[in-house]
Protein backbone atom coordinates (compact mmCIF):
# COMPACT_ATOMS: atom_id res chain seq x y z
CA UNK A 1 0.00 0.00 0.00
CA UNK A 2 2.70 2.21 0.52
CA UNK A 3 3.95 1.71 -3.17
CA UNK A 4 0.75 2.90 -4.07
CA UNK A 5 0.56 6.08 -2.71
CA UNK A 6 4.11 6.73 -3.98
CA UNK A 7 2.89 6.44 -7.76
CA UNK A 8 1.18 9.74 -7.76
CA UNK A 9 3.80 11.74 -6.10
CA UNK A 10 5.97 10.01 -9.01
CA UNK A 11 3.50 10.99 -11.78
CA UNK A 12 2.96 14.32 -9.84
CA UNK A 13 7.11 15.34 -9.84
CA UNK A 14 7.55 14.33 -13.61
CA UNK A 15 4.39 16.30 -14.56
CA UNK A 16 6.23 19.65 -12.29
CA UNK A 17 10.02 18.28 -14.10
CA UNK A 18 7.93 18.43 -17.82
CA UNK A 19 6.49 21.98 -16.89
CA UNK A 20 9.81 23.32 -15.30
CA UNK A 21 11.62 22.19 -18.28
CA UNK A 22 8.83 24.21 -20.76
CA UNK A 23 9.29 27.41 -18.45
CA UNK A 24 13.38 26.85 -18.96
CA UNK A 25 12.83 26.37 -22.45
CA UNK A 26 10.52 29.26 -22.87
CA UNK A 27 12.96 31.61 -20.66
CA UNK A 28 15.85 30.92 -23.08
CA UNK A 29 13.71 31.22 -25.99
CA UNK A 30 12.45 34.97 -24.65
CA UNK A 31 16.19 35.31 -23.98
CA UNK A 32 17.64 35.07 -27.25
CA UNK A 33 14.44 36.84 -29.06
CA UNK A 34 15.53 40.01 -26.33
CA UNK A 35 19.25 39.41 -27.42
CA UNK A 36 18.66 39.37 -30.96
CA UNK A 37 16.24 42.13 -31.43
CA UNK A 38 18.40 44.48 -29.09
CA UNK A 39 21.15 43.36 -31.79
CA UNK A 40 18.54 44.45 -34.98
CA UNK A 41 17.90 47.75 -32.75
CA UNK A 42 21.63 48.32 -32.83
CA UNK A 43 22.00 47.09 -36.98
CA UNK A 44 18.78 49.40 -37.34
CA UNK A 45 20.60 52.41 -35.45
CA UNK A 46 23.86 52.00 -36.67
CA UNK A 47 22.30 52.32 -40.48
CA UNK A 48 20.71 55.67 -39.29
CA UNK A 49 23.88 56.67 -38.23
CA UNK A 50 25.34 56.10 -41.81
CA UNK A 51 22.30 57.26 -43.80
CA UNK A 52 22.66 60.88 -41.88
CA UNK A 53 26.64 61.12 -42.79
CA UNK A 54 25.84 60.24 -45.91
CA UNK A 55 23.12 63.08 -45.96
CA UNK A 56 25.76 65.43 -44.44
CA UNK A 57 28.30 64.76 -46.73
CA UNK A 58 25.71 65.65 -49.90
CA UNK A 59 25.16 68.85 -48.21
CA UNK A 60 28.77 69.52 -48.33
CA UNK A 61 28.60 68.22 -51.68
CA UNK A 62 25.44 70.60 -53.01
CA UNK A 63 26.14 73.97 -50.78
CA UNK A 64 27.57 76.82 -52.25
CA UNK A 65 29.55 78.68 -49.43
CA UNK A 66 30.14 82.58 -50.16
CA UNK A 67 33.64 83.34 -51.06
CA UNK A 68 35.23 79.76 -49.01
CA UNK A 69 38.39 81.22 -47.14
CA UNK A 70 39.60 78.05 -45.37
CA UNK A 71 41.00 74.56 -47.68
CA UNK A 72 38.66 72.68 -45.05
CA UNK A 73 35.14 72.02 -45.03
CA UNK A 74 35.12 71.67 -41.12
CA UNK A 75 32.36 69.77 -39.29
CA UNK A 76 31.55 70.28 -35.84
CA UNK A 77 29.85 68.54 -33.23
CA UNK A 78 28.01 69.92 -30.48
CA UNK A 79 26.99 68.21 -27.10
CA UNK A 80 28.33 64.84 -28.65
CA UNK A 81 28.72 62.63 -31.85
CA UNK A 82 25.19 61.84 -32.87
CA UNK A 83 26.92 59.67 -35.95
CA UNK A 84 28.30 56.68 -34.06
CA UNK A 85 31.84 56.96 -35.88
CA UNK A 86 29.78 56.67 -39.11
CA UNK A 87 31.47 60.75 -40.31
CA UNK A 88 34.84 58.92 -39.00
CA UNK A 89 35.49 57.85 -43.11
CA UNK A 90 34.37 61.69 -44.28
CA UNK A 91 37.57 62.90 -42.70
CA UNK A 92 40.08 64.04 -45.26
CA UNK A 93 38.31 63.07 -48.12
CA UNK A 94 37.31 66.14 -50.04
CA UNK A 95 33.95 67.81 -51.27
CA UNK A 96 34.47 70.78 -53.62
CA UNK A 97 37.65 70.42 -53.86
CA UNK A 98 38.10 71.12 -49.89
CA UNK A 99 39.17 68.51 -47.46
CA UNK A 100 36.97 67.80 -44.52
CA UNK A 101 37.96 67.57 -40.60
CA UNK A 102 35.92 66.90 -37.87
CA UNK A 103 35.62 68.56 -34.66
CA UNK A 104 34.08 68.15 -31.55
CA UNK A 105 33.04 71.66 -29.78
CA UNK A 106 32.67 71.62 -25.89
CA UNK A 107 32.16 75.21 -25.15
CA UNK A 108 28.95 76.66 -27.36
CA UNK A 109 30.75 80.20 -26.54
CA UNK A 110 34.02 78.99 -28.52
CA UNK A 111 34.70 81.57 -31.44
CA UNK A 112 36.31 78.79 -33.04
CA UNK A 113 32.65 77.61 -33.90
CA UNK A 114 32.83 80.34 -36.42
CA UNK A 115 35.34 78.53 -38.49
CA UNK A 116 33.23 75.75 -39.16
CA UNK A 117 31.52 74.89 -42.70
CA UNK A 118 28.50 72.60 -40.79
CA UNK A 119 27.60 72.86 -37.26
CA UNK A 120 25.34 69.71 -36.05
CA UNK A 121 23.57 70.02 -32.72
CA UNK A 122 23.49 66.90 -30.62
CA UNK A 123 19.35 66.03 -28.97
CA UNK A 124 21.19 66.73 -25.93
CA UNK A 125 21.61 70.44 -26.33
CA UNK A 126 18.04 71.00 -26.98
CA UNK A 127 17.44 73.70 -24.27
CA UNK A 128 20.65 75.53 -25.64
CA UNK A 129 19.81 75.51 -28.74
CA UNK A 130 18.85 78.96 -29.23
CA UNK A 131 22.66 80.21 -27.44
CA UNK A 132 24.47 77.88 -30.00
CA UNK A 133 22.26 79.49 -33.07
CA UNK A 134 22.62 83.14 -31.78
CA UNK A 135 26.57 82.43 -31.81
CA UNK A 136 26.96 82.01 -35.20
CA UNK A 137 23.81 83.98 -36.96
CA UNK A 138 24.89 85.37 -39.85
CA UNK A 139 27.99 83.22 -40.46
CA UNK A 140 28.08 80.90 -43.52
CA UNK A 141 27.03 77.84 -41.60
CA UNK A 142 25.04 75.30 -42.11
CA UNK A 143 23.46 74.67 -38.84
CA UNK A 144 21.82 71.07 -38.35
CA UNK A 145 20.17 68.64 -35.91
CA UNK A 146 18.20 65.60 -35.10
CA UNK A 147 16.44 67.25 -32.75
CA UNK A 148 12.71 67.23 -33.27
CA UNK A 149 11.21 70.87 -34.78
CA UNK A 150 14.69 72.04 -35.05
CA UNK A 151 14.10 73.76 -38.40
CA UNK A 152 11.08 75.64 -37.52
CA UNK A 153 13.18 76.82 -34.14
CA UNK A 154 15.80 78.54 -36.11
CA UNK A 155 17.80 75.52 -37.07
CA UNK A 156 18.77 75.22 -41.10
CA UNK A 157 18.10 71.38 -41.41
CA UNK A 158 16.58 69.17 -39.71
CA UNK A 159 16.86 65.17 -40.07
CA UNK A 160 14.43 63.29 -38.82
CA UNK A 161 12.91 59.64 -38.28
CA UNK A 162 8.72 59.14 -39.88
CA UNK A 163 6.55 56.67 -39.03
CA UNK A 164 7.70 54.86 -42.28
CA UNK A 165 11.34 54.40 -40.59
CA UNK A 166 13.06 56.39 -43.15
CA UNK A 167 15.34 59.63 -42.32
CA UNK A 168 13.09 62.55 -43.71
CA UNK A 169 15.13 66.43 -44.48
CA UNK A 170 13.54 69.42 -43.77
CA UNK A 171 15.04 72.69 -44.48
CA UNK A 172 14.43 76.22 -43.79
CA UNK A 173 15.63 77.66 -47.13
CA UNK A 174 14.69 81.10 -45.74
CA UNK A 175 17.63 80.92 -42.78
CA UNK A 176 20.06 79.16 -45.23
CA UNK A 177 19.44 82.33 -47.70
CA UNK A 178 19.90 84.26 -44.83
CA UNK A 179 23.18 83.19 -43.86
CA UNK A 180 24.39 83.48 -47.68
CA UNK A 181 24.50 79.88 -48.14
CA UNK A 182 22.69 78.53 -51.39
CA UNK A 183 22.03 74.85 -51.66
CA UNK A 184 21.59 73.44 -55.08
CA UNK A 185 18.13 71.90 -56.86
CA UNK A 186 19.43 68.76 -56.81
CA UNK A 187 19.33 68.95 -52.90
CA UNK A 188 16.37 70.35 -53.14
CA UNK A 189 14.84 67.88 -54.78
CA UNK A 190 15.04 65.39 -52.25
CA UNK A 191 14.07 67.62 -49.29
CA UNK A 192 10.88 69.08 -47.56
CA UNK A 193 11.11 73.07 -47.43
CA UNK A 194 9.77 74.80 -44.48
CA UNK A 195 9.40 78.72 -43.40
Avoid at 34 to 60: D, H, P
Avoid at 152 to 176: A, P, Y
Wanted: proline letters at 3%.
Amino acid sequence: MGILNHRPCVKSFRLVAALLAACIGACLTLKADIVFGASEIETVRLQEQKIKSGLLYNFLKYTQWPDPTHDKMNICLIGGDSFGSALTPLIGRTAQQRVIALYTIRDIENPKIRNCSVVFIHRNQEENINSILNNIYGYPIITMSDIRGFSRKGGMVEFLKQSDQRIHVRVNVGLVQEAGLNLQDRLLKLVEVVD
